[in-house]
Structures are given as C-alpha cells and as structure tokens.
C-alpha cells in the first residue's frame, strides 16, 4: 500500500517494541536520522492517543453515572411525595435504572434520604426543583 505522506502512514501503524531496543536504534549511528524521528513520531503520537482515550473514557463514565443518579433523585422524589417506602427496589422500577445502580444511589445519600433533603440531593446533581 502506497502512503502519502507520513501522517497517513502514523494513523494506521504504531510501533511496538521493547524499550531497551528502542535505545539502542536512537544511538545506531548508520541507522538515517529520517527513520529515527519517524519512530519518535509515531511512539509519541500514540502515548498521547492512548492517554486522550483513556480520558474520554472516564469522562464518558462519570456522565453516565450521574445521569443514573439524577433518574434516581427524581424517583425518589416522587417516592417520598407518595409517601411509598425508600428502597432500592423501589427506585430501580420508578428509575428505570439498574438495581445495583439504585443501591449504590442510596448508600451514597442514605443520611440525606433519611433527614428528606432533597434539595442538597438535587443541588448535587444539577437537578432544577422548579421543573419537577
């Protein structure tokens, strides 16, 4: 496969080899100083790409996570104006979430669940009272 320039040829290839190798090619003299910065290139540029994945990643998982959360402070709400007992299995039907979701939910706020302030639940979460 013909390659355009180096660019292209970094987004497809990485380089994967031992560390101490990698030193040793840097201090070959007869290996051409092209080659050399296309290696330091390309180790570079995926360091950086794994580090941004693994940002994202967590990033992606903490929304998720306080998505979950504002169900749930929303089912609870409804819950403790109907005057139905707070239990996991109670938000996990009214949430739509999952059980263990639900449970840990509760084990984080349960002292808030118990003095009923919903406004520092909802003041955690970004949840407007006014809309609910």
């Not at 449970?103 to 406004?119: A, C, G, M, T, V």
Request: with cysteine; aromatic share 14%.
């Amino acid at each position: 496969m013909e390659w355009e320039n180096v660019r292209d040829y970094h987004d497809f290839v990485f380089f994967c080899m031992e560390r101490r190798k990698f030193e040793e090619l840097m201090n070959d003299e007869s290996i051409p100083e092209q080659f050399k910065q296309i290696l330091r290139d390309a180790r570079n540029e995926y360091k950086w790409r794994n580090l941004n994945k693994r940002k994202s990643s967590l990033a992606a998982t903490r929304a998720r996570v306080k998505k979950a959360y504002r169900k749930c402070a929303i089912a609870l709400k409804k819950l403790i104006d109907n005057d139905i007992p707070v239990t996991p299995y109670q938000i996990h039907k009214n949430a739509g979430v999952h059980y263990n979701t639900a449970k840990k939910f509760i084990e984080r706020y349960e002292d808030d669940i118990k003095e009923k302030y919903l406004d520092y639940i909802f003041y955690d979460l970004d949840i407007d009272n006014s809309k609910l």
